[in-house]
């Protein structure tokens, strides 16, 4: 049986298709417009949540990030005060090879190699001294003020200076100076200062048994330099996989968010059209059937 | 029979006719008058005379005027009204809540990111002084965006308590109109009257007050309807009885100071609120007890865990004057409750930022608080919800779950709305089927009676015609 329509049901009726169509097409309008599957969480409240957390883990990792570069720049820093250590201590053992050659040295000897020893030991207490954005990096926590004075006495702590590189991943960016220039804590350490000290009072006085004792520990200075650029590069190395890591993490979070959130242009934008479509459809049709007029053509 | 009679019985038809399209016109009239139901004259023949031993009509009358109606459909449409208002309610409420708590969510995420992120910087550059400024600057943000948050939390919920008001006023309105027609219905019935508009009008305030709260009717044999709201009667007869509403303890779910509903029957105002569980204002309620508190609460936990962390942090560290065991942010006690509102920078901090702590010890270069309090963002440190149970989410995702759990709610609400509605529509479709005014059948009525009372008319002019005849027939 074919259901009774009142009147009002007309009109009814053409409000709710007018509305219905009406929003859809403000809302394909504001996907249109924003480029944006998704605007608020109830549209999808578990991809809103997964989102708002990558975004939020983008943030932090661009800190960072930021903090792993200059990790990466002080040791890098590091690295080459130690390389220039390396070198002046490398001149320095041999001007002691040189000066310790024959059992009888000639004092002329001694003069001449001992200035430049003397220039090599300042050189090298100035590499000591060698600053990363003002702080001493052999300094630890005592970054207001030189890590060696000019006798060469350690002025600094030690002190381990870490930084976050990854979530959860922290590591240390500077050297102790105490283990690594005065060979405190290391089997077999040697004191850097102690033996530059002992070869140029030896070079002073003569003494070729001090110049000769002198070689060894400059050869275990080296060493210990080698051990303190492995364990920069060790940590050069995790800083770098940690920045990969972002980089990684910063492209695919990115590609999620937009999967995600993004609207695709082509479906955001024919849909657009059928809702224009749909609503002047319906505007159309149910102004051809309202304009009817029963009564007034029935009672003519 | 007497050519009189057939006057008679053509005056019947014109009065007839005329009744039956002052029905029709008065339906076109009401065609576009919400709740009207369409009135149709129900004519029945006169009972017939015999004369000269054969059956005569005597013409027609109007029996009565009915409303065309289905009680059933009224009753379905006040039960199905119900949930229409309590969803409509929530779906409504939590849309809006929905944009406050995405903006207010996303401003507190970027605060808390900005205020990790600054401790981040100043861990690899505790030197420098300034950095301890933009610490303090974004910890100050922080803390707006947590007043913020927990501001338009409470506003959101003093709202719906005031709209809970609104509700109840608006149901004793239609209460009080209800028992007056009540009173009209049963006079006017004693009269012999049919008192369809009354009753229509009453049909439509019950349909519209059992969208405001759940509602039981049951009608009498005298016509009167009884209306019980969750468990108390709120119309009987011509008496109605007021709702009233005052703020009471925390009970359950409700905070302390949420509006609760009372009845004032027998002179002693009796609480009902637990029993209203439908309409529009249950959904007030349930929107206010389930969505907002647990968001208030969880935002305090929120609030709490990130002070109580960041203080722990930061009382084992020592600021630039060398002194340590100091506070980063306000000490807010052992209790969570109000921590979001309450949030603050602790006193020393608020006055100078070098007393910030970076380091353990006073050494310049020392940077593990920085590093520890920068590490709390990664933490997991709270559970997923206001309710506790296992900690697993960090300060940013806990944020983030909030704002998404008012999403699940809306989502679930808006869909259970757009059900609702889908039903009630139908529902008021039939009945507007069924009993609103059709234009091209009350036209056609009225062709139908015209035609009838022009041909009673006509009826009347033969009549007449005759008359004359006899009577010149004396002369």
Known sequence: MPSRISTSQLFSNAQNHITTAREREVSSATKAATQKEITKPSQSPAQWTVAANLKDDLSIRETIAKNASFANSFLTASDNTLAQLQELVGRTHELAIEASGSASVSPEQYHRVLPEVEGLFQNVLQALNTEFGHRPIFGGYQSQQKAFDAEGRFMGDNGKIEVEIDRNLKVPVNLSGAQIILGEGLQRGVNLIDTYQSLLTGLREGDVESVRASLDGLTGVVDQFSLGRTQIAGAMTEIQKALDSHQIHQEQSQKVISELEDADPIKVFSDLTRDQTVLRAAIETNRKVLNEDPVGTLLK | ?475
Not at chain 2, 127 to 142: H, Y
Not at chain 2, 214 to 230: I, K
Not at chain 2, 378 to 390: D, R, Y
């Open chain 2, 1 to 475: 029979m007497a050519v009189n009679d057939i006057l008679d019985v053509g005056q019947r038809g014109l009065q007839a006719q005329r009744q039956a399209l002052t029905t029709t016109s008065s339906n076109i009239a009401n065609a576009n008058t919400p709740g009207y139901s369409r009135q149709r004259a129900q004519l029945a023949n006169q009972p017939p005379q015999t004369i000269h031993g054969l059956p005569t009509g005597t013409g027609v009358e109007v029996k009565k005027v009915i409303r065309v109606h289905d009680d059933f459909v009224q009753k379905q449409l006040v039960d199905e009204n119900q949930s229409l208002g309590n969803v409509k309610i929530k779906a409504e409420t939590l849309s809006r809540f929905e944009a406050l708590a995405t903006q207010e969510g996303t401003n507190l995420n970027d605060s808390l990111n900005r205020f990790f992120n600054d401790y981040r910087q100043l861990s690899t550059n505790v030197e420098n002084p300034s950095l301890r400024n933009v610490v303090k600057g974004s910890a100050e943000s922080l803390a707006r965006a947590f007043n913020q948050m927990s501001s338009s939390l409470e506003s959101g919920r003093r709202e719906l308590d005031l709209r809970v008001g609104d509700v109840v006023n608006q149901v004793n309105i239609d209460a009080k109109e209800i028992a007056e027609l009540n009173n009209s219905i049963v006079q006017a019935q004693s009269r012999g009257e049919a008192p369809n508009e009354l009753m229509d009008r009453r049909d439509m305030l019950v349909r519209d007050l059992s969208s405001k709260v759940d509602l039981q009717v049951t009608e009498d044999q005298r016509g009167q309807v009884t209306l019980v709201a969750g468990n108390a009667v709120v119309v009987q007869g011509s008496d109605h009885f007021e709702l009233s509403v005052r703020r009471s303890a925390a009970s359950g779910e409700k905070a302390a100071g949420s509006m609760s509903v009372f009845v004032n029957s027998s002179g002693m105002p009796r609480e009902i609120t637990k029993s209203i569980k439908n309409g529009e204002l249950a959904g007030l309620m349930q929107a206010r007890d389930k969505v907002i508190n647990p968001a208030m609460q969880h935002l305090d936990k929120i609030a709490f865990s990130v002070a109580q962390k960041v203080n722990e942090a930061h009382s084992e560290g020592t600021g630039l004057d060398g002194v340590s065991n100091r506070k980063f942010f306000k000490d807010l006690g052992d209790s969570e409750e109000h921590a979001a509102f309450q949030f603050g920078l602790s006193d020393d901090i608020k006055q100078n930022h070098e007393l910030i702590a970076a380091g353990s010890t006073e050494a310049p270069g020392d940077n593990r608080v920085a590093l520890a309090i920068s590490e709390i963002q990664n933490e997991k440190v709270l559970p997923a919800n206001e309710l506790g149970g296992s900690v697993n989410f960090t300060i940013n995702e806990s944020v983030n779950n909030l704002v998404a759990q008012v999403g699940v709610n809306t989502q679930h609400e808006t869909q259970m709305f757009e059900h609702q509605r889908a039903i009630v529509d139908q529902l008021e479709n039939y009945r507007q089927s069924f009993s609103g005014v059709n234009l091209e059948e009350e036209a056609l009525d009225m062709i139908k009676y015209q035609t009838v009372f022009n041909a009673s008319a006509k009826a009347m002019k033969v009549g007449e015609s005759l008359l004359e005849t006899i009577l010149t027939l004396k002369d």
